[in-house]
């Protein structure tokens, strides 16, 4: 009977430890929130495993019109900081209900600092863009090096004790950058054509990256109109173009309708997949080869 007490006892008593430091060790956890998966990527590479990272749009979902939930409202507001795109719809709209729901949190513009692209301000569904900025930064590899440097500063604020480690891991990631930029130039070093269409402009910082030419469809937002589109189909023919470039998350029947006209193929991609570096390797292998292919 007392060694059954004891074990018990033992037992408990274990249990209680251990619950103490991962409570101790969880206090220690800085938790951040971002918008994409493929922040949560290049988060990763410079905080390794110091901080939780919270992710608020789903990878499926729509990021230019998503709403987060009552359930990711709370989770935001147990995080340190927010680091954002800078110029993402879903963030200007949002973004300041998140921050009134945490007013102690942080917010990091990871866009400081890069040479942003303008666009048209249009209607794009129910929302508008409304700075007028190409918001897609992400799809471009000297555009996340910024971004790397303005997250690196980020953590070092909300946690300077791991500021060296931080630094060490940032360093690593520039190599690796340095390589990812040095692959994809050499993909596109004897294409034939520099040209390529796409639905939603989405490539534009990847295009200036490498001296390439981004075609898009869509017209302010909207389908384009007939004396748009007679125009792309004689830039299609005119640049040898036979595929169009579409994001997993729009719907593929007005693609497929123009691509059907200038008798092209639709080809897709997720821009916000979770690992960056290949789903930008991809993205690149996929350009690069569409300009090989003759209609």
């Known amino acids: 009977m007392r060694r059954s007490l004891y074990l018990f006892s033992l037992i408990f008593t274990i249990g209680f430890l251990s619950c103490q430091q991962s409570s101790n060790i969880n206090k220690d956890i800085k938790t951040i929130t971002v918008s994409i998966l493929p922040q949560k990527f290049i988060v990763t590479q410079i905080s390794g495993e110091q901080v939780k990272i919270n992710v608020l749009v789903p990878e499926d979902a729509n990021h230019e019109t998503y709403e987060p939930t009552a359930a990711q409202m709370v989770e935001v507001g147990n995080s340190q900081a927010y680091f954002s795109l800078g110029h993402l719809d879903f963030e200007n709209s949002w973004l300041n209900k998140l921050h009134q729901s945490n007013p102690e949190m942080k917010i990091f513009d990871t866009s400081t600092g890069i040479d942003l692209i303008a666009a048209e301000e249009h209607e794009h569904g ?96 909207k389908d384009p109109s007939p004396a748009y589109m007679k125009n792309l189909i004689d830039l299609a023919e005119a640049k040898n ?55």
């Open 126 to 221: 129910d929302h508008t863009h409304q700075s007028g900025i190409d918001p897609h930064i992400w799809l471009s590899v000297s555009a996340v090096r910024i971004q790397a440097e303005n997250i690196l500063e980020g953590l070092k604020v909300i946690d300077s004790v791991n500021g060296k480690y931080y630094e060490a891991n940032y360093q690593k990631f520039m190599l690796t950058l340095d390589s990812l930029d040095a692959e994809i130039h050499r993909l596109f070093e004897s294409i034939p054509s520099r040209s390529f269409m796409i639905y939603h402009p989405s490539l534009g910082y990847f295009a200036r990256d490498y001296q390439l030419e981004q075609i898009a469809i869509e017209q302010e937002g």
């Open 241 to 295: 173009i036979s595929t169009i470039f579409i994001s997993s998350q729009f719907s593929k029947q007005s693609a497929l309708t123009i691509a059907e006209q200038i008798h092209a193929k639709v080809e897709e991609f997720n821009p916000t997949a979770p690992d960056w570096i290949n789903n930008m390797k991809s993205i690149a292998g996929k350009l690069a080869e569409s300009t090989h292919e003759t209609k």
